[in-house]
């Protein structure tokens, strides 16, 4: 909702300010069809010379967040630290029985629980790669801390793709509009023997390619990376979230101990209460009980 808020303040400020001051839109109206097929074509096609099909297809699958917002919301931290709670006690108490959550985790009554969780893939994946370490006496917190910093890293760096590749085009955009107003220039200079009136419209509409290159960029195509990269940076926590706890977990804390780290190391906004917690984890006994 914000972020659809935030397009009309952009339209109506720049269009509405530009109106006030006495300027007619009859020209930009005009001019625009041509200078978006120019500076939106060049834009989109460059998009295309600069990625792979994969990163394309994420890109396009990734601008509803923007929208949307972070994914992992603070009742999904409250519940991963339920399952990673229930999974520690079970795993301290009858290390086998375990097993069968981590590498089945569809058929596991623990997962199930947690329906968000377990509808993402690198989330279980993560949780279950890691206990399955420590089953097989790959247990050195160091060890076990610097594999899973170097797997998130990796994991970051390629979610970030999108932004990255938005913030290309944004970059590119204002050059962009230069090439279309040149070419507008252009096309006027040979039309050079036409009266004033004509040649100031043609003027006009060529600046109009400068204008929406620049206007596109910074009003747009920026601030669309910009929101992109703090969401994936956002959601990012969860997963540091699942590493703080399970090397807890190896250093030999209690359960209760891990989870509290965990807790500690949520961002602010995400925190869930400590009394609250504590409400969920109590149900989480009596389920596993």
């Known amino acids: 909702m914000i972020g659809i808020l935030g397009i009309v303040v952009v339209l109506v400020m720049v269009f509405g300010g530009y109106l006030i001051a006495g300027g007619k839109l009859d020209i930009i109206l005009h001019a625009a069809p041509f200078e978006l097929m120019i500076i939106g074509g060049a834009a989109i096609g460059a998009f295309l010379i600069g990625n792979d099909v994969t990163t394309i297809r994420h890109t396009f699958r990734s601008l509803g967040r923007v ?30 029985a375990v097993e069968e959550h981590i590498e089945a985790p569809a058929n596991s009554a623990i997962f199930s629980r947690y329906p968000r969780i377990l509808a993402d893939p690198e989330a279980v994946s993560l949780i279950g790669d890691t206990l399955r370490s420590a089953s097989m006496n790959y247990d050195d917190p160091h060890q076990v801390e ?56 043609m003027i006009g509409g060529a600046l109009v390619g400068t204008f929406l290159g620049v206007f596109l960029a910074y009003g747009f195509v920026g601030p669309f990376a910009s929101r992109l990269r703090d969401v994936i940076e956002e959601d990012a926590h969860f997963y540091k979230l699942i590493r703080e706890v399970l090397v807890a977990n190896l250093h030999n804390h209690s359960a209760n101990i891990c989870i509290e780290v965990g807790r500690q190391n949520t961002p602010s906004h995400n925190r869930p209460g400590f009394g609250d917690l504590e409400e969920a984890l109590k149900v989480t006994r009596q389920e596993a009980a």
């Open 67 to 96: 929208f949307r917002g972070p994914r992992w919301k603070p009742g999904d931290y409250r519940d991963l630290l339920c399952l990673l709670f229930a999974l520690i006690r079970l795993a301290r108490h009858n290390p086998v």
């Open 146 to 201: 610097e594999v899973l910093d170097k797997r998130m890293e990796a994991q970051l760096q390629h979610a970030l793709h999108p932004s990255h590749a938005l913030q290309t085009m944004a970059d590119g955009l204002p050059a962009l509009g230069i090439v279309a107003a040149v070419l507008g220039v252009i096309k006027t200079m040979a039309a050079i023997d036409q009266p004033p009136e004509i040649l100031g419209k």
